[in-house]
């Protein structure tokens, strides 16, 4: 680099500093102030400001608390930036909080100044959710917007030491949702949480690290929180697993769930602690769930009894082309089109299994017969190639044998032209 | 019939005498003692080759060497066309066999000392065919486009790269653009079936011209022996000791290709990521794991471009060893081409055993 480019590099870069000083310097008495107050309650906020989301976006105590923070004080007299004219409304009460909030985050025209994608309904959900509801009903030991995200210092929501990040949200929702003290007036259960963190979301989110993996506000919504109605579950499952929710909401049971008053996926599933899905919770046999409800003088016994057969049949036959194309394989034969077919059968046992949650023997036959179709044509290849291994090992056999012939051939004639004349022929 | 050949015989020898060529083959004798084993060993790799050839011209018949087509291409030949598979897999096989036969004719004509003067020339064209033979490995180990082939083709022309001064050009001329493509797919294809086996052919002529020049050396310890025992006649006693050599090294390469057919793989997905145990063929694999183990500067200088200036210069004196070994020409074995010898197969046999071990 030439030296008059560094030159004005340098310069470019004073200049720089020196604007950004001059912008951090202007003058802000309540952090000044409040940083070296003795009382641990009035000094903590202060001192968290700094890693605190709005400070770093350029909103100052004053665009919430009100109040003047650029005014001199004279004489340690802080009340003239504190009179009502400077708009100072200083530490809401807990029932303010929502619309001390919603102030700027439910203001569509604000909130595109600092992030148009941020959303604005919070307040207007958060009223319709059963917290929002008990606080309008005068409760205080109530969550509300703080009781969640924190007040100062508060972190992004994609900040992972945020307690609203979406491995630290059941531990949030927990700090009053596993206390038994404070769910007793409301009747409420407290292991959700422990049940949640054993479940199968639970280990893809905690164990994996899958944050797309459910956690509570998933299902429940985050600001306007409320336990998924019986009829809505299959929604709110189906959000995720929707395949799964087309075919229940076609099936017999939707309709008698509903008669039962019974929950849709929760039923068969459970909610919090909802298991890995495997195919032994189909059928009628002990443990398996069908079999809870369903009895042998009944259609849908035989029915559900006809589904596990039927998933069963096509992982055996899955099974058994996989295992004569692996041999193949290994074996050194070219199967990649097999193996091709039987991914593709995989595929037709995976949609059968989503096909169960129609509980029709019918319209599961129609995937199964597909996937058998498959295997099947999987396992002819294999047997072809497999027959195509032996055709070569008889052809090597053969050839090896003619090769050995020419050797003892060419061996013979070495021997005979090499063969010292006998006496009787000179 | 034979009247015909006789007829046909003296046609062509009023035109062009071939009355010398005959009396040279009749004359030709190769010399009997205890070692004279290791001569097949040149016999074999010019076999392989042979076969390379009639092999490769049967899979040029519907290969096609596109991104787009190779893979498909092979897969075409081992499942679809008449023995494809055979085909494919004695063409695999029999360049690995050439390479080992090679390696081992190139020890045994080490030990045997039998590049010293007057067969420099024979040694020198001997060495260039290796490495044309490593060329073709290396070119044709990409052809079926497979993903093993296509990382391991990124990782050697990567190395390329680091070749003091001309690495950048080597790498660019080797790939045709900064990654490998489809156009390193054609250019490794022009390599493999135009300019390899030109250059090949040369080397080989030449190479076989110089041996029937000078006839076969004999090592320091066996010429009394030699000297003692009469000579086999090439024609036809060591000739058909020559064909039984052969027909053993068909039968074995017959088995490898039914009982081990050379696998085909999964296409190569350049936006893929490498897959794991990725390694170049076995005959790089002394190169690669020394630039593995080496760390990542050395005295300053990057850890790669010192093992390849130390391989640069190893081919150097391995190439330039007629020149440099003078010693002992009373004729005794000389200690120092063992030495040397011995801790350089050491050296490739344990890098080489460490790769696989490795992996």
């Known amino acids: 680099m030439a030296w008059p480019l560094r ?29 070296s107050l003795d009382d641990e309650e009035l000094s903590q906020p202060a001192r968290a400001a700094v890693d605190d989301v709005h400070a770093s976006a350029g909103i100052t105590c004053a ?32 029932g303010d909080i929502p619309t001390f909030c919603g102030k700027c ?6 909130m595109q100044r600092y992030d148009p994608n941020l959303p604005v309904d919070q307040l207007a959900q958060y009223w319709t959710s059963g917290h929002g509801k008990k606080l309008r009903e005068g409760a205080t ?15 992004a929501v994609s900040d992972p030491r945020a307690p609203v990040y979406p491995t630290k949200v059941a531990g949030t929702c927990g700090g009053c949702h596993a206390d038994e003290e404070h769910m007793a007036p409301y009747g409420l259960p407290t292991d959700q949480m422990a049940l949640h963190r054993e479940s199968v979301h639970g280990r893809a989110l905690y164990q994996d690290g899958d944050l797309s993996a459910p956690t509570c506000n998933t299902c429940h919504g985050n600001h306007g929180a409320s336990p998924p109605g019986l009829s809505s579950v299959s929604l709110v499952c189906g959000n995720c697993h929707a395949i799964q929710r087309d075919f229940f909401t076609k099936s017999p049971h ?3 769930f509903a008669d039962l008053g019974e929950p849709e996926c929760e039923t068969c599933h459970g909610n919090h602690e909802v298991a890995p899905v495997t195919d032994e919770l189909l059928g009628v046999a002990e443990g398996q769930i069908c079999g809870e409800c369903h009895f042998e003088d009944e259609e849908a016994y035989t029915i559900a009894k006809t589904l596990r057969q039927d998933i069963e049949e096509l992982k055996a036959r899955i099974a058994e082309a996989r295992t004569t194309v692996e041999g193949a394989a290994v074996a050194g034969m070219e199967v990649s089109e097999a193996e091709l077919i039987l991914i593709d059968a995989n595929q037709a046992l995976v949609k059968a299994r989503n096909t169960v949650h129609a509980v029709s023997a019918d319209a599961l036959r129609e995937q199964t017969d597909t996937g058998r179709k498959l295997a099947d044509q999987a396992l002819e290849m294999g047997i072809a190639a497999l027959g195509e291994l032996q055709f070569r090992q008889k052809g090597l056999a053969v050839s090896v044998f003619f090769i050995l012939l020419v ?16 006496p009787t022929d000179e | 019939m034979r009247v015909a050949a006789t007829r046909l015989y003296h046609w062509v020898d009023e035109r062009i005498p071939l009355s010398p060529l005959v009396e040279f083959a009749r004359e030709k004798s190769v010399p009997s003692h205890r070692y004279s084993v290791f001569y097949f060993f040149g016999g074999a790799t010019l076999f392989f080759f042979g076969l390379q050839v009639a092999t490769g011209i049967l899979l040029l018949l519907y290969y096609r060497p596109t991104a787009e087509a190779a893979f498909e291409s092979v897969r075409f030949i081992m499942t679809e066309v008449s023995f494809g598979w055979l085909i494919r897999s004695i063409h695999s096989w029999s360049a690995n066999l050439m390479v080992l036969c090679a390696f081992l004719h190139m020890a045994t004509v080490f030990f045997m000392r039998a590049y010293r003067k007057p067969r420099e020339m024979t040694w020198w064209t001997g060495a260039l065919l290796l490495l044309v033979s490593m060329g073709f490995g290396f070119s044709g180990y990409l052809l079926p486009w497979n993903e093993l082939a296509f990382f391991a083709t990124r990782v050697g022309t990567d190395v390329a790269r680091k070749t003091p001064l001309i690495g950048e050009f080597l790498s660019q001329f080797l790939r045709g653009g900064d990654d490998v493509t489809g156009a390193t797919l054609t250019r490794f294809f022009g390599f493999h079936v135009a300019v390899l086996p030109m250059i090949a052919t040369t080397l080989l002529l030449l190479h076989l011209l110089f041996i029937q020049r000078q006839g076969m050396s004999v090592p320091d310890s066996q010429t009394e022996e030699a000297s003692r025992r009469p000579g086999t006649k090439f024609f036809p006693n060591y000739f058909l000791r020559e064909l039984i050599g052969w027909a053993v090294a068909l039968a074995i390469l017959a088995a490898l290709a039914s009982l081990f057919p050379w696998e085909l793989g999964r296409k190569a997905d350049p936006f893929a990521p490498a897959p794991a145990g990725i390694k170049p063929e076995w005959y790089f694999l002394f190169m690669f794991q020394t630039l593995k183990y080496l760390p990542a500067t050395i005295a300053g200088i990057e850890g790669e471009f010192v093992g390849l200036v130390f391989f640069g210069v190893g081919g150097l004196l391995w190439f330039f060893w007629p020149l440099i070994d003078r010693g002992s020409p009373g004729g005794k074995p000389s200690r120092l081409v063992t030495t040397v010898g011995v801790a350089a197969l050491a050296f490739i046999g344990v890098m080489t055993l460490l790769g696989y071990i490795g992996s």
Not at chain 1, 410 to 415: A, F, N, P, S
């Open chain 1, 7 to 35: 030159f004005s590099v340098v310069v470019a870069g004073l200049l720089a500093f020196t604007v950004t000083v001059e912008g951090q310097n202007q003058r802000n008495n309540c952090i000044d102030c409040h940083r």
């Open chain 1, 63 to 94: 665009d919430c608390h009100g109040g003047n923070p650029t005014l001199e004080i004279v004489d340690e007299d802080y009340d003239p930036a504190k009179e009502p004219s400077t708009g100072f409304v200083g530490a809401p009460s807990v």
């Open chain 1, 105 to 110: 985050h439910a203001d569509a025209a604000y």
């Open chain 1, 141 to 155: 030991d109530i969550a509300e917007c703080v009781s969640c995200h924190g007040s100062h210092g508060m972190l």
């Open chain 1, 254 to 256: 939707r309709a008698a």
């Open chain 1, 407 to 422: 050797v003892i051939g060419l061996y013979l004639k070495i021997q005979q032209i090499e063969r010292p004349p006998r």
